[in-house]
């Protein structure tokens, strides 16, 4: 069964470095989301992205946060300048096109900002 | 804006004992409604799907039902094994626009044999 496959699976990172989470989508896959979720705490969703541009986004995905699809299959979240609060679990998600067709998440990404 | 509310966990059963996780939705439009879950130190793993008013969602002996009535989307197992310890999340989002799903905080479940 295909997968969305997200790199690393854990990421430490200096306060104030910055970081790009990697995702590969499935190959047919059109749609494209980041969420995250903080340790014991509720999936947050950041942003979803859509014939190469950002669709939609949430109040938590400010300045700091970018996404870009550098190559036609990765799909990656830069965190500009990380916060101790960024520390999550960050997941990828893709769905096909429109219609009944549900999401595929990725394994997630761990991100410890220390 | 569109919400999903759940039961507060954490749940906790003994092995065959039956299972519900109450999830209650506000939205606007017809979404599409979901429960998803999360074994420890794993991803999300989409359980079931319910896209109308009516249809049944079922999935590994769980099921939920959508209710437009009463803007609901329960889960239920008739008997809860150890191995369904996990988190639940309950979701809706429009499929057909492609718009982000919104997650309910999840309810945390406790299985002991």
């Known amino acids: 069964e295909p997968e969305v496959t997200q790199t690393p699976s854990h990421q430490v990172t200096q306060m104030g470095q910055e970081v790009i989470l990697r995702c590969v989508p499935i190959?047919?896959?059109?749609?494209f989301y980041w969420y995250r979720q903080i340790l014991g705490q509720k999936v947050e969703f950041l942003v979803s992205?859509?014939?190469?541009?950002?669709?939609?986004k949430s109040e938590i995905f400010d300045d700091q946060f970018s996404v870009e699809r550098p190559d036609g299959s990765n799909f990656t979240l830069k965190i500009r300048s990380t916060k101790l609060e960024d520390s999550a679990m960050y997941f990828c998600a893709s769905k096909p096109t429109g219609g009944n067709y549900g999401y595929t998440f990725g394994s997630g990404t761990r991100l410890t900002v220390v | 804006g569109d919400s999903v509310t759940q039961m507060e966990g954490p749940v906790t059963l003994s092995e065959e004992a039956f299972l519900t996780i109450n999830c209650t939705y506000t939205a606007t439009g017809y979404p599409s409604l979901f429960w998803y879950v999360q074994y420890p130190g794993e991803g999300l793993q989409l359980l079931l799907k319910a896209t109308k008013a009516d249809d049944k969602g079922s999935n590994k002996g769980f099921e939920a039902t959508y209710r437009k009535e009463t803007t609901s989307f329960h889960l239920e197992k008739g008997s809860v094994q150890v191995s369904d310890s996990a988190v639940y999340f309950c979701?809706?989002?429009?499929?057909?626009?492609?718009?982000?799903?919104?997650f309910g905080k999840g309810t945390t479940l406790s299985v002991s044999s």
């Open positions: 190959s047919n896959h059109l749609y």
């Open positions: 979701a809706l989002s429009d499929l057909r626009a492609g718009t982000a799903l919104i």
């Open positions: 992205f859509y014939n190469n541009e950002i669709s939609e």
